[in-house]
């Protein structure tokens, strides 16, 4: 997808991964993609800080159209 939103940018890598690895191990990597390196606790695209105060690495919410 050629749109603002980063999270949409990832739909062909992933597809590609389930493809090639399957969704069992797609799903493993996301779990540990998506959850902070401090405390486990899951977080989203866009989220900045962990409840635990851990500093994520996010991206910036797209500017309103």
Same mark, same amino acid.
Do not use: R, V
């Given at each position: +997808? ?8 990832? +739909?062909? !890598? ?20 998506? !959850?902070?390196?401090?405390?486990? =606790? ?6 900045? +800080? /962990? !409840? /635990?105060?851990?500093?994520?690495? =996010?991206?910036?919410?797209? =500017? =309103?159209?």
């Amino acid at each position: +997808m050629n749109d603002q939103w980063p999270h949409h940018w990832t +739909m062909k !890598s992933n597809l590609e991964y389930i493809k090639k690895n399957g969704k069992e191990k797609w799903l493993q990597f996301q779990k540990q993609e998506w !959850s902070c390196k401090n405390c486990g =606790a899951e977080i989203k695209w866009y989220q900045k +800080m /962990c !409840s /635990c105060g851990q500093q994520l690495n =996010a991206w910036d919410l797209p =500017a =309103a159209g």
